[in-house]
């Protein structure tokens, strides 16, 4: 085989890979719960493909030869772990589920019972994430590591605990009731933001690393919304992801220089994703339901707006904002309201707004800061905006952002 | 718990620093001092002078050895340090990557060595 066919066998394995890799898990992790086992036996048949593929040609069914290696595999796995423990109930199921599948079948889609497993309530909240990183896309513990600000090793060992807590705590591979669905989605939906988050705060539009996972975060956003589309939030969280994404190119000037928002060029915003997100948006209104993303989407698509009017209307940014903070009065929702009552209403009422908050809670808010620095200035308070520069420069972590609040400040 | 951050400069960012000591990054420093002690997490600091200026003493078989330059023969050398009282690694590296070092070099966070242990050195 000559080699770009090889290439081309290689990236076929990382699209099968890329696209097939939560199914997997979830599939042979969703009876054993054993999704560690699970992601060893499929990264085993990726290795196997990587050396069958190129010399057979690739299977006419790419994920159906690896779910069956992997299953192999996984059977010899545990096999093996047990053989003194009672393996055979694990073994029963996987022969079980054999007998059921055939090499060409169809097999169910059990991603969404995975990410409910992931954002499981006794989970650790700070690993929701991760969880959802590793077993749903794929993505190594290193990676993660980074996002999260976390050494490769620490991440590593919190996943092992987390997955083992899945094997061993009774946490079952299920579609939440009805009656618990809301908050379950939620912590779903929460953690796919994070990641979202992670990738954009995390130097946009400069750094590799960053743009990725904000990309991983829309791509598990778009896999919720295929698996649930009936869920108005679902499609608030896509949507609000689309409107930021729409503007990545926007948000760094040539020379890396960071520029906020409303000195964007809207012209440089990416008109297809704004009408995929608006097009969500209005989708998940229609069902009548509002909900904490769909208000932070419907925020985002007035900024969209300027694009076509030239102007942003604050008046509407600052009536969704203040349903948002009696539904998720966090840190963040109220120091954005904070901003928008200073647009719309004046330096002052958003000042007022900004004295609400506990101090204890701000002291490492790098956002809190910006905002009230900003407003001391339109105030033409010098001093006092200068500390609160101070504070937030002293608080960020990206240097372009850094050296922007250093000219603002003066 | 408390953390060292031990920053790390190419050179290049010495020769800027060795001119005239109007570091171009003082605004960012000064802010992240600030923020340290606003947050309560400051314990000590402290900028080293350009390597070129340190001298390595080492005792072998009871003949003294001098050395010009510093200990390390690396690219990247040690520039300062920040103590900080943190309850977690976690916060630690937080405080690193704000920290305005971590995007000119880079900064190492190590655990200081317990307590029970500092103290048996100073008595």
């Known amino acids: 085989m000559n080699g770009s066919n090889q290439e081309d066998t290689h990236r076929t394995i990382e699209r099968v890979a890329r696209e097939s890799y939560g199914r997997l ?4 992790s969703a009876n054993t719960r054993d999704v560690a086992s699970a992601e060893d036996a499929l ?4 290795v196997a493909a990587l050396t069958a593929w190129p010399r057979d040609g690739v299977p006419q069914n790419p994920e159906a030869w690896l779910l069956t290696t992997a299953r192999h595999s996984f059977i010899d796995h545990v096999r093996h772990r047990q053989v003194a423990e009672a393996s055979e109930p694990t073994l029963k199921l996987l022969r079980e589920d054999s007998m059921e599948m055939t090499l060409s079948a169809e097999f169910p889609d059990e991603r969404l019972k995975l990410l409910f497993v992931c954002a499981h309530p006794a989970i650790d909240p700070a690993m929701h994430t991760p969880l959802m990183l590793q077993t749903v896309l794929g993505l190594d513990a290193a990676r993660i590591a980074h996002a999260f600000l976390t050494s490769p090793t620490t991440m590593g060992q919190r996943l092992v605990r987390a997955k083992t807590k899945i094997r061993d705590g009774g946490i079952q591979f299920e579609i939440p009731q009805e009656r618990e669905l809301p908050q379950r989605l939620d912590a779903v939906l929460e953690a796919i933001y994070a990641a979202f988050g992670l990738g954009w705060d995390d130097m946009a539009g400069v750094d590799q690393r960053g743009r990725d ?3 991983e975060a829309i791509w598990l956003g778009r896999v919720l919304l295929e698996l649930m589309p009936k869920e108005a939030e679902v499609r608030g969280l896509l949507a609000l992801m689309l409107h930021c994404e729409a503007r990545r190119r926007a948000r760094r000037g040539p020379d890396g220089r960071y520029i906020p928002l409303l000195a964007q060029d809207s012209q440089q915003w990416s008109q297809p994703l704004i009408e995929e997100a608006e097009r969500n948006l209005a ?3 229609s069902r009548g339901r509002a909900g904490r993303f769909q208000l932070e989407a419907a925020i985002q698509s007035v900024h969209a707006e300027r694009a076509r009017s030239g102007r942003t209307e604050w008046a509407a940014i600052m009536l969704f904002y203040d349903q948002l903070v009696r539904i998720a009065p966090t840190l963040g929702t109220r120091t954005g309201y904070a901003a928008a009552v200073g647009e719309a209403r004046g330096p002052e009422a958003g000042l007022a707004v900004l004295h609400g908050t506990d101090p204890d809670d701000v002291s490492g808010y790098q956002p809190y800061w910006a905002v009230r620095a900003h407003l001391l200035q339109r105030l033409g308070k010098t001093s006092e905006a200068a500390e609160a520069f101070d504070r937030a420069i002293g608080l960020a972590e990206d240097p372009a952002v850094r050296e922007f609040l250093l000219q603002r400040r003066g | 718990m408390q953390f060292a951050l031990l920053i790390y400069h190419l050179p290049e960012e010495f020769a800027m620093r060795k001119n005239d000591y ?3 990054h003082l605004g960012a420093w ?3 001092y600030k923020a340290l002690v606003e947050a309560g997490v400051y314990v000590g600091a402290n900028a080293l002078e350009v390597p070129e200026t340190g001298t390595t003493v080492r005792l072998r078989e009871g ?10 023969d690396t690219k990247e050398q040690l520039a300062g340090f920040i103590i900080l009282e943190l309850p977690s690694v976690d916060a630690a590296l937080e405080w690193a990557a704000r920290c305005p070092g971590a995007s000119i070099g880079a900064v190492e966070v190590r655990p200081l060595a317990p307590e029970a242990m500092r103290r048996g050195f100073t008595g």
Request: net charge neutral; proline share 7%; charged share 25%.
């Open chain 1, 25 to 28: 898990v979830a599939y042979l």
């Open chain 1, 43 to 46: 990264s085993n048949a990726l």
């Open chain 1, 213 to 215: 996972l904000a990309e």
């Open chain 1, 283 to 285: 989708e998940a209104s």
């Open chain 2, 22 to 24: 109007s570091d171009p």
């Open chain 2, 30 to 32: 000064r802010a992240y």
């Open chain 2, 63 to 72: 003949k003294r050895r001098v050395q010009d330059g510093p200990f390390a």
